[in-house]
């Protein structure tokens, strides 16, 4: 939060070209955890008349996120009317690779 903020009040003297709206990281199992409270709590976040799409739209982002090991993203504003979204999503491993790192429980046959 801190390197956005000092990034998007940058001063004109500054060498930045672009103004920086957001930056992030985040673990997928965290963000799907997060996402999931955001339908669970629907009632608190949208009209009453939009909370079952909303939580039918959320709930499929919220799997595709569970799917992450990490995510990074940077949104930048290059022009007033634009915005460009750089993403790097860093897969998690499969279940059988988990499975077979996981001391605890031995891999499957």
Do not use: Y
């Amino acid at each position: 939060r801190e390197i956005a903020t000092a990034l998007r009040t940058a001063t004109t003297t500054d060498s930045i070209d672009e103004i920086v709206e957001s930056v992030g990281i985040a673990r997928g199992r965290r963000a799907a955890a997060h996402i999931e409270s955001w339908t669970t709590n629907a009632e608190r976040l949208v009209a009453p008349g939009d909370v079952a799409t909303f939580r039918e739209s959320m709930r499929p982002i919220g799997h595709v996120c569970d799917g992450f090991e990490r995510a990074s993203w940077q949104v930048v504003r290059p022009a007033r009317e634009t915005l460009r979204i750089e993403a790097i999503l860093h897969l998690s491993p499969p279940d059988s690779a988990r499975r077979a790192a996981d001391p605890i429980r031995p891999p499957l046959p």
